[in-house]
């Protein structure tokens, strides 16, 4: 018999989530200018400019995936942990932390997040997942379809907020209209 998970373990989702972006968003947009103008004095302006981020298309790029982590979330607690979007959603968290310490491991310096990647994402996702297995909550069979699916929306969400800001933003050239 499934016992329905502790409530920390699905809001709490959203809570690591909300505190480990927070970091993210104060610290990405002057980190992303420092390697843009690295890059740039490389010769390779053009790369710059797509790493480089302001603090509006920062913000709005997290609060587009917050959506999707909030729903998890709330999914999780509705369903006792069972949900494969809940699941997929903690799953990918989890697996984040990989992409953040080899990040600074290969820039050999501090990246966005990864003061509170060892805590608030492998630790909260360590805990959560010895949880739902004590509670013997079964894992969804989509689990990991959803996990690749959400990682998918960190990208598209700057490419959006990108669109979204262009007009606000002033870019060194105009990118020709479609």
């Not at 709490?12 to 690295?38: F, I, K, N, S, Y």
Request: net charge positive; aromatic share 6%; proline share 6%.
């Amino acid at each position: 018999m499934t016992r329905t998970p502790a409530r920390w373990a699905t809001w709490g989702l959203l809570g690591a989530w909300t505190l480990h972006d927070l970091e993210e968003a104060v610290t990405m947009p002057g980190w992303t200018q420092r390697v843009a103008d690295d890059l740039d004095l490389r010769g390779l302006a053009v790369v710059g400019h797509l790493v480089r981020r302001t603090r509006t298309e920062v913000w709005t790029a997290i609060a587009l995936v917050g959506v999707p982590f909030a729903v998890a979330a709330a999914e999780g607690a509705r369903t006792g942990g069972r949900s494969a979007l809940y699941q997929g959603a903690l799953l990918g968290y989890g697996l984040h932390a990989i992409s953040h310490i080899g990040g600074t491991v290969t820039a050999r310096a501090y990246t966005p997040g990864l003061v509170t990647t060892p805590v608030l994402v492998a630790g909260f996702s360590i805990a959560t997942a010895a949880e739902l297995v004590q509670r013997r909550v079964p894992l969804h069979p989509a689990t990991t379809a959803v996990a690749m699916a959400l990682g998918a929306c960190v990208p598209l969400s700057h490419v959006i907020a990108r669109r979204i800001l262009r007009h606000r933003i002033r870019l060194p050239w105009r990118p020709r209209a479609a």
